[in-house]
């Protein structure tokens, strides 16, 4: 069974980076496409980005569009959120998320954007 495991959380600065990756165990991510989401506090789970099976094509959340990346490394069953220009408004639970024919889940990773 999928398994996936979030990482790369942390406390940052306004302005800052941070990369999160998804690791994944028990199956390839080769053939679906995965998305990020954040839990915000106070708010529901809403999506990030995303990125197809293949990684050619990739879509961000507009309040994210410019600052953030997704990529994939199929090789090493990963999948990368690439966080720049952090905001405080950036903080919260981030999920990676596959979605075959059920639906996977990490256990999340904590970003605090804070000064």
């Known amino acids: 069974q999928l398994q996936l495991v979030e990482s790369g959380g942390g406390l940052v600065q306004p302005g800052g980076s941070l990369r999160l990756s998804c690791a994944a165990s028990?199956?390839?991510?080769?053939?679906?496409?995965i998305g990020w989401f954040l839990q915000a506090p106070g708010k529901e789970r809403e999506g990030v980005s995303c990125i197809s099976s293949s990684g050619g094509s990739t879509k961000h959340a507009d309040s994210v569009k410019g600052r953030f990346t997704i990529s994939r490394d199929n090789a090493k069953n990963t999948v990368y959120l690439q966080m720049n220009s952090l905001k405080p408004e950036d903080t919260g639970i981030y999920y990676c998320?596959?979605?075959?024919?059920?639906?996977?889940w990490g256990q999340g990773t904590q970003v605090t954007v804070s000064s």
């Open positions: 998320k596959v979605q075959s024919s059920d639906v996977y």
């Open positions: 028990g199956d390839s991510l080769d053939y679906y496409a």
